[in-house]
Protein backbone atom coordinates (compact mmCIF):
# COMPACT_ATOMS: atom_id res chain seq x y z
CA UNK A 1 0.00 0.00 0.00
CA UNK A 2 1.15 3.50 -0.66
CA UNK A 3 2.42 5.55 2.28
CA UNK A 4 -0.01 8.70 1.51
CA UNK A 5 -2.96 6.02 1.41
CA UNK A 6 -1.79 4.27 4.50
CA UNK A 7 -1.65 7.86 5.97
CA UNK A 8 -4.84 8.90 5.21
CA UNK A 9 -6.80 5.81 6.54
CA UNK A 10 -4.90 5.75 9.72
CA UNK A 11 -5.85 9.41 10.33
CA UNK A 12 -9.52 7.90 9.70
CA UNK A 13 -9.25 5.33 12.12
CA UNK A 14 -7.79 7.85 14.54
CA UNK A 15 -10.74 9.75 14.12
CA UNK A 16 -13.57 7.26 14.73
CA UNK A 17 -11.52 6.39 17.93
CA UNK A 18 -11.30 9.31 19.46
CA UNK A 19 -14.92 9.92 18.72
CA UNK A 20 -15.93 6.66 20.88
CA UNK A 21 -13.59 8.04 23.84
CA UNK A 22 -15.15 11.28 23.34
CA UNK A 23 -19.54 10.07 23.36
CA UNK A 24 -18.02 7.50 26.47
CA UNK A 25 -17.33 10.21 28.37
CA UNK A 26 -20.19 12.03 27.68
CA UNK A 27 -23.53 9.95 27.70
CA UNK A 28 -22.93 6.22 28.84
CA UNK A 29 -24.25 6.82 32.63
CA UNK A 30 -27.42 5.36 31.78
CA UNK A 31 -29.81 3.04 29.38
CA UNK A 32 -31.29 6.04 27.45
CA UNK A 33 -27.99 7.91 27.37
CA UNK A 34 -26.18 4.79 25.85
CA UNK A 35 -29.07 3.91 23.93
CA UNK A 36 -30.54 6.85 21.98
CA UNK A 37 -27.72 9.37 22.94
CA UNK A 38 -30.14 11.36 25.91
CA UNK A 39 -32.61 12.04 23.23
CA UNK A 40 -30.63 15.12 22.32
CA UNK A 41 -29.68 14.82 18.55
CA UNK A 42 -29.69 17.85 16.36
CA UNK A 43 -31.15 17.66 12.72
CA UNK A 44 -27.83 17.45 10.75
CA UNK A 45 -26.17 14.58 12.75
CA UNK A 46 -29.96 12.84 13.11
CA UNK A 47 -30.36 12.85 9.25
CA UNK A 48 -26.69 11.84 8.67
CA UNK A 49 -26.48 9.48 10.95
CA UNK A 50 -29.46 7.84 9.46
CA UNK A 51 -28.43 8.33 5.94
CA UNK A 52 -24.83 7.33 6.25
CA UNK A 53 -26.10 3.98 8.80
CA UNK A 54 -28.66 3.30 5.92
CA UNK A 55 -26.06 3.36 3.22
CA UNK A 56 -23.57 0.76 3.95
CA UNK A 57 -20.74 -0.53 1.76
CA UNK A 58 -23.86 -1.59 -0.36
CA UNK A 59 -23.96 2.15 -1.13
CA UNK A 60 -20.03 2.46 -2.69
CA UNK A 61 -19.32 -1.73 -3.74
CA UNK A 62 -22.37 -3.03 -4.02
CA UNK A 63 -24.31 -0.74 -6.14
CA UNK A 64 -21.85 0.36 -8.20
CA UNK A 65 -20.88 -3.06 -8.79
CA UNK A 66 -24.67 -4.16 -9.61
CA UNK A 67 -24.81 -1.57 -12.98
CA UNK A 68 -20.92 -2.06 -13.75
CA UNK A 69 -22.56 -5.86 -14.34
CA UNK A 70 -26.27 -5.26 -15.07
CA UNK A 71 -26.97 -2.00 -16.28
CA UNK A 72 -29.10 1.18 -15.22
CA UNK A 73 -31.93 -1.19 -15.12
CA UNK A 74 -30.62 -1.07 -10.78
CA UNK A 75 -30.74 2.35 -10.34
CA UNK A 76 -34.49 1.69 -10.08
CA UNK A 77 -32.91 1.17 -6.47
CA UNK A 78 -32.10 4.33 -6.00
CA UNK A 79 -35.40 6.00 -6.97
CA UNK A 80 -36.75 3.59 -4.64
CA UNK A 81 -35.02 4.48 -2.19
CA UNK A 82 -35.48 8.38 -2.25
CA UNK A 83 -38.76 8.07 -2.63
CA UNK A 84 -39.47 5.48 0.56
CA UNK A 85 -36.99 7.44 2.59
CA UNK A 86 -39.09 10.59 1.73
CA UNK A 87 -42.59 8.78 2.78
CA UNK A 88 -40.52 7.75 6.00
CA UNK A 89 -40.11 11.07 7.19
CA UNK A 90 -43.45 12.52 6.67
CA UNK A 91 -45.48 9.31 7.83
CA UNK A 92 -43.05 7.83 10.72
CA UNK A 93 -40.77 9.88 11.82
CA UNK A 94 -43.17 12.74 13.65
CA UNK A 95 -45.21 10.39 14.97
CA UNK A 96 -42.57 7.82 16.40
CA UNK A 97 -40.99 10.57 18.21
CA UNK A 98 -44.07 11.65 20.07
CA UNK A 99 -45.23 8.77 21.21
CA UNK A 100 -42.15 7.18 22.08
CA UNK A 101 -41.89 9.54 24.88
CA UNK A 102 -45.63 9.58 25.46
CA UNK A 103 -45.61 5.43 25.61
CA UNK A 104 -43.57 4.93 28.66
CA UNK A 105 -40.66 6.44 27.16
CA UNK A 106 -39.69 3.94 24.87
CA UNK A 107 -36.03 3.24 23.70
CA UNK A 108 -36.12 0.03 21.29
CA UNK A 109 -38.67 -0.56 18.54
CA UNK A 110 -39.81 -3.40 20.98
CA UNK A 111 -40.41 -1.36 23.54
CA UNK A 112 -42.95 0.86 21.07
CA UNK A 113 -44.60 -1.99 20.06
CA UNK A 114 -45.25 -3.53 23.72
CA UNK A 115 -45.96 0.08 24.89
CA UNK A 116 -48.44 0.80 22.04
CA UNK A 117 -50.41 -2.48 22.59
CA UNK A 118 -50.29 -2.78 26.03
CA UNK A 119 -48.73 -6.30 25.71
CA UNK A 120 -48.44 -7.36 29.26
CA UNK A 121 -47.83 -11.03 28.17
CA UNK A 122 -44.03 -9.47 26.16
CA UNK A 123 -44.89 -11.53 23.33
CA UNK A 124 -44.56 -8.31 21.02
CA UNK A 125 -41.49 -7.36 22.34
CA UNK A 126 -40.08 -10.77 22.29
CA UNK A 127 -40.65 -11.71 18.56
CA UNK A 128 -40.01 -8.67 17.62
CA UNK A 129 -36.30 -8.54 19.25
CA UNK A 130 -36.03 -12.24 17.36
CA UNK A 131 -36.63 -10.49 14.39
CA UNK A 132 -33.85 -7.92 14.73
CA UNK A 133 -31.73 -10.36 16.12
CA UNK A 134 -31.85 -12.44 13.49
CA UNK A 135 -32.09 -10.02 10.34
CA UNK A 136 -29.63 -7.54 11.75
CA UNK A 137 -26.50 -10.33 12.35
CA UNK A 138 -27.36 -11.48 8.72
CA UNK A 139 -27.25 -7.82 7.88
CA UNK A 140 -23.92 -6.65 9.76
CA UNK A 141 -21.96 -9.69 8.24
CA UNK A 142 -22.75 -7.87 4.61
CA UNK A 143 -20.96 -5.45 6.58
CA UNK A 144 -18.36 -7.57 7.30
CA UNK A 145 -17.90 -8.97 4.17
CA UNK A 146 -17.06 -5.75 2.81
CA UNK A 147 -14.90 -4.89 5.03
CA UNK A 148 -12.89 -8.27 3.60
CA UNK A 149 -13.14 -7.61 0.51
CA UNK A 150 -11.82 -3.95 0.97
CA UNK A 151 -8.92 -5.22 2.96
CA UNK A 152 -7.64 -7.95 -0.35
CA UNK A 153 -8.23 -5.15 -3.00
CA UNK A 154 -7.84 -1.69 -1.25
CA UNK A 155 -4.82 -2.81 1.47
CA UNK A 156 -3.48 -6.38 0.01
CA UNK A 157 -4.67 -7.95 3.71
CA UNK A 158 -5.76 -11.30 4.32
CA UNK A 159 -9.91 -11.63 3.89
CA UNK A 160 -9.85 -12.48 7.33
CA UNK A 161 -7.28 -9.73 8.52
CA UNK A 162 -9.86 -7.59 6.84
CA UNK A 163 -13.34 -8.76 8.82
CA UNK A 164 -10.76 -9.15 11.69
CA UNK A 165 -10.11 -5.01 11.34
CA UNK A 166 -13.18 -3.91 10.28
CA UNK A 167 -15.22 -5.55 13.28
CA UNK A 168 -12.32 -4.45 15.89
CA UNK A 169 -12.78 -1.02 15.48
CA UNK A 170 -16.59 -0.73 15.24
CA UNK A 171 -16.80 -2.68 18.32
CA UNK A 172 -14.25 -0.31 19.82
CA UNK A 173 -15.86 2.84 19.53
CA UNK A 174 -19.46 1.31 19.66
CA UNK A 175 -19.14 -0.26 22.75
CA UNK A 176 -17.61 2.42 24.14
CA UNK A 177 -19.92 5.54 23.20
CA UNK A 178 -22.51 3.73 22.47
CA UNK A 179 -25.36 5.72 20.07
CA UNK A 180 -24.03 8.94 20.63
CA UNK A 181 -20.66 7.74 19.46
CA UNK A 182 -22.67 6.13 16.27
CA UNK A 183 -24.41 8.87 15.28
CA UNK A 184 -21.22 11.25 15.70
CA UNK A 185 -19.00 9.21 13.79
CA UNK A 186 -21.86 8.77 11.38
CA UNK A 187 -21.97 12.06 10.54
CA UNK A 188 -18.43 12.43 9.86
CA UNK A 189 -18.35 9.33 7.55
CA UNK A 190 -21.72 10.43 5.82
CA UNK A 191 -19.72 13.61 4.90
CA UNK A 192 -16.80 11.76 3.63
CA UNK A 193 -18.77 9.07 1.58
CA UNK A 194 -20.79 12.39 0.10
CA UNK A 195 -17.66 14.06 -1.16
CA UNK A 196 -16.01 10.57 -2.51
CA UNK A 197 -19.16 9.38 -4.35
CA UNK A 198 -19.20 13.30 -6.61
CA UNK A 199 -15.17 12.89 -6.75
CA UNK A 200 -14.75 10.02 -8.21
CA UNK A 201 -17.46 9.64 -11.10
CA UNK A 202 -16.80 13.03 -12.02
CA UNK A 203 -12.99 12.91 -12.37
CA UNK A 204 -13.44 9.70 -14.17
CA UNK A 205 -15.71 11.37 -16.64
CA UNK A 206 -14.08 14.42 -17.15
CA UNK A 207 -10.41 12.34 -17.88
CA UNK A 208 -12.90 10.05 -20.36
CA UNK A 209 -14.64 13.36 -21.96
CA UNK A 210 -18.58 12.65 -23.43
CA UNK A 211 -16.91 11.17 -26.80
CA UNK A 212 -14.40 8.54 -24.36
CA UNK A 213 -17.81 8.11 -22.09
CA UNK A 214 -20.05 6.97 -24.85
CA UNK A 215 -17.72 5.29 -27.18
CA UNK A 216 -16.59 3.00 -23.82
CA UNK A 217 -20.40 2.69 -23.32
CA UNK A 218 -20.52 1.31 -26.82
CA UNK A 219 -17.61 -1.12 -26.00
CA UNK A 220 -19.27 -2.50 -23.09
CA UNK A 221 -22.46 -3.28 -24.88
CA UNK A 222 -20.75 -4.71 -27.37
CA UNK A 223 -18.34 -6.61 -25.28
CA UNK A 224 -20.52 -7.68 -22.64
CA UNK A 225 -23.78 -7.78 -25.06
CA UNK A 226 -25.26 -5.56 -21.56
CA UNK A 227 -27.46 -3.18 -22.10
CA UNK A 228 -26.94 0.16 -20.55
CA UNK A 229 -30.67 1.72 -20.46
CA UNK A 230 -32.83 2.02 -17.39
CA UNK A 231 -36.16 1.69 -19.91
CA UNK A 232 -38.03 -1.71 -20.50
CA UNK A 233 -36.14 -3.78 -23.02
CA UNK A 234 -33.39 -6.02 -23.21
CA UNK A 235 -32.11 -6.58 -19.84
CA UNK A 236 -34.72 -4.71 -18.37
CA UNK A 237 -38.11 -5.68 -17.26
CA UNK A 238 -41.46 -4.65 -15.55
CA UNK A 239 -40.79 -6.65 -12.78
CA UNK A 240 -37.26 -6.27 -12.58
CA UNK A 241 -38.37 -2.33 -12.02
CA UNK A 242 -40.89 -3.16 -9.90
CA UNK A 243 -38.23 -5.26 -7.86
CA UNK A 244 -35.46 -2.71 -7.61
CA UNK A 245 -38.05 0.31 -6.72
CA UNK A 246 -39.32 -1.90 -4.41
CA UNK A 247 -36.39 -0.65 -2.02
CA UNK A 248 -38.11 1.82 -1.07
CA UNK A 249 -40.49 0.15 1.15
CA UNK A 250 -38.22 -1.33 3.73
CA UNK A 251 -37.76 1.79 4.47
CA UNK A 252 -40.43 1.96 7.01
CA UNK A 253 -39.51 -0.87 8.48
CA UNK A 254 -35.65 -0.75 9.55
CA UNK A 255 -34.82 -0.33 13.51
CA UNK A 256 -30.86 1.15 12.94
CA UNK A 257 -32.96 3.94 11.19
CA UNK A 258 -36.09 4.83 12.62
CA UNK A 259 -34.50 4.50 15.61
CA UNK A 260 -32.89 8.26 14.49
CA UNK A 261 -36.27 9.60 14.94
CA UNK A 262 -36.34 8.47 18.52
CA UNK A 263 -33.48 10.10 19.62
CA UNK A 264 -33.69 14.03 17.68
CA UNK A 265 -34.21 16.58 20.28
CA UNK A 266 -37.39 18.44 19.13
CA UNK A 267 -40.45 17.49 16.56
CA UNK A 268 -39.70 21.09 15.02
CA UNK A 269 -36.17 19.75 13.94
CA UNK A 270 -37.74 16.79 11.67
CA UNK A 271 -38.32 18.97 8.31
CA UNK A 272 -34.49 20.26 8.77
CA UNK A 273 -33.34 17.05 9.32
CA UNK A 274 -35.77 15.18 6.30
CA UNK A 275 -34.36 18.12 4.03
CA UNK A 276 -30.80 17.34 4.77
CA UNK A 277 -30.88 13.64 4.62
CA UNK A 278 -32.66 13.62 1.43
CA UNK A 279 -30.74 15.72 -0.31
CA UNK A 280 -27.17 13.76 0.75
CA UNK A 281 -29.11 10.28 0.09
CA UNK A 282 -30.08 11.95 -3.71
CA UNK A 283 -26.95 13.10 -4.44
CA UNK A 284 -24.78 9.88 -2.85
CA UNK A 285 -26.89 7.52 -4.85
CA UNK A 286 -26.37 9.08 -7.88
CA UNK A 287 -22.67 8.92 -7.71
CA UNK A 288 -22.71 5.39 -6.64
CA UNK A 289 -25.02 4.95 -10.04
CA UNK A 290 -22.70 7.24 -11.96
CA UNK A 291 -19.60 5.51 -10.41
CA UNK A 292 -20.82 1.87 -11.84
CA UNK A 293 -21.88 3.69 -15.26
CA UNK A 294 -18.77 5.44 -15.79
CA UNK A 295 -16.69 2.56 -14.83
CA UNK A 296 -18.27 0.46 -17.48
CA UNK A 297 -17.03 2.77 -19.53
CA UNK A 298 -13.80 3.32 -18.63
CA UNK A 299 -12.70 0.02 -18.63
CA UNK A 300 -14.26 -1.31 -21.19
CA UNK A 301 -12.66 2.18 -23.24
CA UNK A 302 -8.81 1.60 -21.65
CA UNK A 303 -8.94 -2.26 -21.16
CA UNK A 304 -8.99 -4.37 -18.16
CA UNK A 305 -11.75 -5.02 -16.04
CA UNK A 306 -11.96 -5.93 -11.88
CA UNK A 307 -11.90 -9.59 -11.09
CA UNK A 308 -15.39 -8.61 -8.55
CA UNK A 309 -17.48 -5.95 -9.99
CA UNK A 310 -17.91 -5.07 -6.47
CA UNK A 311 -14.77 -3.17 -6.15
CA UNK A 312 -14.65 -0.72 -9.10
CA UNK A 313 -15.19 2.46 -6.58
CA UNK A 314 -11.76 1.08 -4.85
CA UNK A 315 -9.93 0.52 -8.24
CA UNK A 316 -11.31 3.98 -9.74
CA UNK A 317 -9.90 5.61 -6.71
CA UNK A 318 -6.46 3.73 -6.72
CA UNK A 319 -6.10 4.81 -10.77
CA UNK A 320 -7.47 8.45 -11.01
CA UNK A 321 -5.80 10.11 -7.71
CA UNK A 322 -2.32 10.50 -5.82
CA UNK A 323 -2.15 7.79 -3.03
CA UNK A 324 -3.16 10.67 0.01
CA UNK A 325 -5.98 11.03 -2.11
CA UNK A 326 -6.95 7.72 -3.04
CA UNK A 327 -6.53 6.90 0.97
CA UNK A 328 -9.58 9.56 1.28
CA UNK A 329 -11.60 7.99 -0.85
CA UNK A 330 -11.09 4.72 0.10
CA UNK A 331 -11.72 6.03 3.79
CA UNK A 332 -15.12 6.48 2.49
CA UNK A 333 -15.92 2.57 1.89
CA UNK A 334 -14.33 2.06 5.10
CA UNK A 335 -17.26 4.98 6.40
CA UNK A 336 -20.49 3.41 4.57
CA UNK A 337 -19.12 -0.05 5.36
CA UNK A 338 -18.39 1.17 9.42
CA UNK A 339 -21.70 3.59 10.01
CA UNK A 340 -24.22 0.66 8.77
CA UNK A 341 -22.36 -1.83 10.98
CA UNK A 342 -22.14 -0.14 14.31
CA UNK A 343 -25.79 0.83 13.70
CA UNK A 344 -26.52 -2.89 13.40
CA UNK A 345 -24.62 -4.28 16.58
CA UNK A 346 -26.13 -1.57 19.12
CA UNK A 347 -29.75 -2.07 17.82
CA UNK A 348 -28.98 -5.56 18.32
CA UNK A 349 -27.27 -5.36 20.97
CA UNK A 350 -30.07 -3.00 22.90
CA UNK A 351 -32.71 -6.24 21.73
CA UNK A 352 -30.52 -8.31 23.30
CA UNK A 353 -30.41 -6.83 26.75
CA UNK A 354 -33.49 -4.45 26.62
CA UNK A 355 -35.87 -6.56 25.36
CA UNK A 356 -34.78 -10.23 26.46
CA UNK A 357 -32.20 -10.19 29.10
CA UNK A 358 -33.42 -7.54 31.18
CA UNK A 359 -37.23 -8.79 30.19
CA UNK A 360 -36.92 -11.80 31.16
CA UNK A 361 -33.68 -12.63 33.09
CA UNK A 362 -32.17 -9.86 35.11
CA UNK A 363 -35.02 -7.44 35.83
CA UNK A 364 -33.81 -4.36 38.11
CA UNK A 365 -30.61 -4.07 36.84
CA UNK A 366 -29.01 -0.92 37.84
CA UNK A 367 -28.29 1.67 35.00
CA UNK A 368 -24.31 0.37 35.07
CA UNK A 369 -25.13 -2.99 34.53
CA UNK A 370 -27.61 -2.29 31.69
CA UNK A 371 -24.81 -0.49 30.25
CA UNK A 372 -22.80 -3.13 30.43
CA UNK A 373 -25.01 -5.64 29.16
CA UNK A 374 -25.28 -3.62 26.37
CA UNK A 375 -21.65 -3.81 25.76
CA UNK A 376 -21.23 -7.59 26.16
CA UNK A 377 -23.90 -7.42 23.65
CA UNK A 378 -22.47 -5.54 20.88
CA UNK A 379 -19.48 -7.70 20.95
CA UNK A 380 -21.09 -10.59 20.70
CA UNK A 381 -22.89 -9.82 18.06
CA UNK A 382 -19.96 -8.67 16.14
CA UNK A 383 -18.74 -12.14 16.51
CA UNK A 384 -21.27 -14.08 15.28
CA UNK A 385 -21.66 -11.49 12.05
CA UNK A 386 -17.74 -12.53 11.77
CA UNK A 387 -18.20 -15.87 11.59
CA UNK A 388 -21.10 -15.80 9.53
CA UNK A 389 -18.38 -13.49 7.05
CA UNK A 390 -16.06 -15.84 6.22
CA UNK A 391 -17.27 -16.88 2.77
CA UNK A 392 -15.31 -14.04 0.10
CA UNK A 393 -17.69 -14.94 -2.48
CA UNK A 394 -21.22 -13.72 -0.47
CA UNK A 395 -22.70 -10.80 -2.54
CA UNK A 396 -22.78 -7.53 -0.30
CA UNK A 397 -25.69 -6.50 -2.36
CA UNK A 398 -27.84 -10.13 -1.67
CA UNK A 399 -26.74 -10.33 1.82
CA UNK A 400 -28.04 -7.05 2.32
CA UNK A 401 -31.28 -7.35 0.19
CA UNK A 402 -32.11 -10.16 2.60
CA UNK A 403 -32.15 -8.37 5.32
CA UNK A 404 -34.15 -4.77 4.44
CA UNK A 405 -36.55 -7.13 2.35
CA UNK A 406 -37.09 -9.16 6.51
CA UNK A 407 -36.85 -5.88 7.99
CA UNK A 408 -39.32 -4.51 5.92
CA UNK A 409 -42.27 -7.14 5.93
CA UNK A 410 -41.98 -7.46 9.17
CA UNK A 411 -41.71 -4.23 10.76
CA UNK A 412 -42.28 -1.75 7.85
CA UNK A 413 -46.55 -2.53 7.83
CA UNK A 414 -47.05 -3.20 11.49
CA UNK A 415 -45.21 0.56 12.25
CA UNK A 416 -47.25 1.83 9.65
CA UNK A 417 -50.38 1.03 11.00
CA UNK A 418 -49.60 1.35 14.50
CA UNK A 419 -48.65 5.07 14.32
CA UNK A 420 -51.67 5.93 11.61
CA UNK A 421 -54.34 3.58 12.46
CA UNK A 422 -56.28 3.29 15.42
CA UNK A 423 -57.90 0.37 15.49
CA UNK A 424 -54.90 -1.92 15.19
CA UNK A 425 -54.58 -4.48 17.78
CA UNK A 426 -51.89 -6.57 19.78
CA UNK A 427 -52.78 -9.53 17.64
CA UNK A 428 -52.81 -7.77 14.22
CA UNK A 429 -49.79 -6.51 15.10
CA UNK A 430 -48.14 -10.19 15.99
CA UNK A 431 -49.85 -11.34 12.35
CA UNK A 432 -48.48 -8.89 10.35
CA UNK A 433 -45.02 -9.18 12.01
CA UNK A 434 -44.81 -13.02 11.83
CA UNK A 435 -46.60 -13.38 8.58
CA UNK A 436 -43.99 -10.51 6.97
CA UNK A 437 -41.27 -12.85 8.14
CA UNK A 438 -41.97 -15.89 7.47
CA UNK A 439 -43.36 -14.97 3.83
CA UNK A 440 -39.91 -13.34 3.11
CA UNK A 441 -38.16 -16.34 4.53
CA UNK A 442 -40.11 -18.70 2.67
CA UNK A 443 -39.77 -16.53 -0.69
CA UNK A 444 -35.91 -16.95 -0.71
CA UNK A 445 -36.20 -20.65 0.26
CA UNK A 446 -38.10 -21.10 -2.65
CA UNK A 447 -35.93 -19.52 -5.10
CA UNK A 448 -39.19 -17.06 -6.05
CA UNK A 449 -36.55 -13.87 -5.69
CA UNK A 450 -35.30 -13.87 -9.26
CA UNK A 451 -39.16 -13.10 -10.54
CA UNK A 452 -39.70 -10.09 -8.19
CA UNK A 453 -37.99 -8.91 -4.93
CA UNK A 454 -39.18 -10.76 -1.47
CA UNK A 455 -40.10 -7.75 0.04
CA UNK A 456 -42.99 -7.12 -2.66
CA UNK A 457 -45.17 -10.26 -1.39
CA UNK A 458 -43.82 -9.67 2.06
CA UNK A 459 -45.13 -6.49 2.98
CA UNK A 460 -48.37 -7.34 0.78
CA UNK A 461 -49.43 -10.41 3.37
CA UNK A 462 -48.07 -8.40 6.47
CA UNK A 463 -50.24 -5.35 5.67
CA UNK A 464 -53.10 -7.77 4.80
CA UNK A 465 -52.66 -9.84 7.97
CA UNK A 466 -52.28 -6.96 10.53
CA UNK A 467 -55.76 -5.12 9.05
CA UNK A 468 -57.70 -8.39 9.15
CA UNK A 469 -56.26 -9.46 12.43
CA UNK A 470 -57.32 -6.18 13.90
CA UNK A 471 -60.53 -6.04 12.66
CA UNK A 472 -61.25 -9.62 14.34
CA UNK A 473 -59.84 -8.90 17.16
CA UNK A 474 -60.90 -6.82 19.88
CA UNK A 475 -60.64 -2.82 19.71
CA UNK A 476 -57.94 -1.27 21.60
CA UNK A 477 -58.67 -0.30 25.45
CA UNK A 478 -59.51 3.89 25.27
CA UNK A 479 -56.09 4.79 27.34
CA UNK A 480 -54.32 2.72 24.05
CA UNK A 481 -56.56 5.22 21.73
CA UNK A 482 -56.00 8.29 24.33
CA UNK A 483 -52.55 7.60 23.78
CA UNK A 484 -53.03 7.57 20.26
CA UNK A 485 -54.67 11.03 19.79
CA UNK A 486 -52.15 12.75 21.72
CA UNK A 487 -49.35 11.63 19.78
CA UNK A 488 -51.42 12.78 16.84
CA UNK A 489 -51.91 16.18 17.87
CA UNK A 490 -48.29 16.16 19.34
CA UNK A 491 -46.67 15.11 15.72
CA UNK A 492 -48.68 17.99 14.09
CA UNK A 493 -46.66 20.84 12.27
CA UNK A 494 -46.44 23.70 15.14
CA UNK A 495 -47.72 21.77 17.89
Known sequence: METGTLVSLSAYFVLMLGIGIYAWRKSTADSEGYLLGGRDLGPAVTALSAGASDMSGWLLMGLPGAIFLSGLGQAWIAVGLVIGAYLNYRLVAPRL??????????????????????????????????????????????????????????????????ILLTAGIVVVYTALGGFLAVSLTDFVQGCIMFVALVMVPV????????????????????????????????????????????WGLGYFGQPH???????????????????????????????AVATGYVGAAWFAARGGAPKDAETIFILLSQILFHPLIAGFALAAILAAIMSTISSQLLVTASSLTNDIALTYFRRGASEREQVLLGRLGVALVAIVAGLLALDPESSILGLVSNAWAGFGAAFGPVLLFALLWKRTTRTGALAGMVVGAVTVIAWIGLG????????????????????????????????????????????????
Open 97 to 162: RTYTELAGDAITVPDFLEERFEDKSHLLRLISALVIIAFFTLYASAGMVAGGKFAVSAMGMDYVTG
Open 203 to 246: VAWLLLGNEGLASGIAAAETSRGLSLSAMVGGNVTLLAIISAAA
Open 257 to 287: IIVRFMAIRRIEDMPTARRINIGWMSVSLLG
Open 448 to 495: LSATIYEIVPGFIAASLATWLVSLATRAPSENVERTFDAAAIAARPGS
